[in-house]
């Protein structure tokens, strides 16, 4: 494993530094425990709790969100490009950083980001999902990425060592969100930015309407989802779309509020929301460090119903981002 890749890995059991001179794996300097690599993704994965244990069995059955048949390093950068949102995190991020995707699914925000002199830690429970990440970097010939199977909630990631920690999709599908936000937070180095994506408790109630009409009518119809529509002809990413939104096991959905509550509780100070928090703001007007103006709890609100139109036709997810205090 490259040197820069390992030195931002941990023991999952005491957190402790990783060396490889174990015979073909990993090998914790502190408690002596040994961990598999196999097929070039480190198995730092403990036993976890039955709710944790089924989402992961769940994923394995249908990998998300998959790659279509025809994939390529341009695709990629394109399908990404058209993100305003990636685009901003792209350029928030300086060419050296070092970055951990908690919860990569099947990598492609990691491989997008894997650029300049970046070192990538993509991370995820199910390691069907990162062998198909892994497939991708080697087929797109991307090297930064280092492919991790871990659990959020004992990660096999050194705290404090990361500039950039990302998790999106990932917290509302487990059991305790506001507990798993603890050890993701604490990955990041003093002022080292951290960026979450969740399901909107607002945003989130028209797919809500379309689950239930996909449930009365025995998964034949999800009325208004463009997602779906478009993925017609891709059979593994149209049924891994509708697996994940419309019969997940674990699904919980978050205000804005509480997760600035998530935020301060973990020494994390609050930059601002993509979408923007503020009635009336143009997201692309400001970076996504540029503090937001300070906002009333009205406000929020009022902004996060605002989302709806934006936000409803890709199940309303939205992100968070803020930044490590120094010394905390």
């Known amino acids: 494993m490259d040197a820069h890749a390992l030195s931002l890995l941990a023991c999952p059991r005491c957190g402790g530094p990783l060396d490889d001179a174990a015979d073909e794996g990993l090998g914790c ?7 598999a690599m196999r097929d070039g993704i480190a198995d ?20 998300f969100p998959g790659y279509p048949p025809r994939d390529s390093i341009d695709w990629l950068r394109a399908r990404a490009g058209r993100s305003p949102f990636a685009r901003q995190l792209d350029a928030a991020i300086p060419y050296d950083a070092r970055i951990v995707e908690v919860g990569c699914g099947t990598g492609q925000m990691s491989l997008y980001l894997a650029r300049g002199e970046r070192v990538v830690i993509a991370a995820d429970l199910c390691r069907a999902s990162l062998a198909l990440g892994r497939a991708a970097a080697k087929r797109l010939r991307i090297d930064q990425v280092q492919f991790v199977e871990t659990d959020i909630h004992h990660p096999g990631l050194r705290a404090g060592a990361f500039d950039v920690v990302y998790c999106s999709g990932v917290l509302h599908h487990t059991p305790d969100p506001c507990a798993a936000f603890g050890p993701v937070a604490r990955l990041a180095r003093p002022g ?21 009409a996909a449930r009365l009518s025995g998964w034949r119809w999800t009325p208004g989802d463009r997602v779906l529509a478009e993925r017609s002809g891709q059979a593994d990413r149209h049924r891994a779309w509708l697996r994940d939104q419309y019969r997940h096991p674990e699904e919980h959905r978050h205000s804005l ?28 007007q400001h970076a996504l460090t540029d503090p937001e103006e300070d906002g009333w709890w009205l406000e929020d609100m009022l902004a996060q119903f605002g989302w709806l139109p934006r936000l ?10 803020g930044r490590a205090r120094p010394g905390r």
């Open 257 to 284: 509020a509480e997760v600035r509550r998530w935020f301060a509780g973990q020494g994390i100070d609050y930059i601002r929301s993509v979408p923007g928090a503020l009635v009336g703001q143009a997201d692309e």
């Open 192 to 212: 080292g930015l951290v960026i979450i994506g969740l399901y909107n408790l607002y945003a989130r109630l028209p797919h809500r309407a379309r689950r239930l």
């Open 29 to 35: 300097s502190d408690c002596r425990a040994t961990y």
């Open 312 to 321: 409803a036709a890709e199940g309303g997810l939205f992100v968070t981002i």
């Open 44 to 63: 730092l994965r403990l036993p976890a709790d039955d709710r944790t244990e089924e989402v992961r069995r769940f994923y394995t059955a249908s990998p």
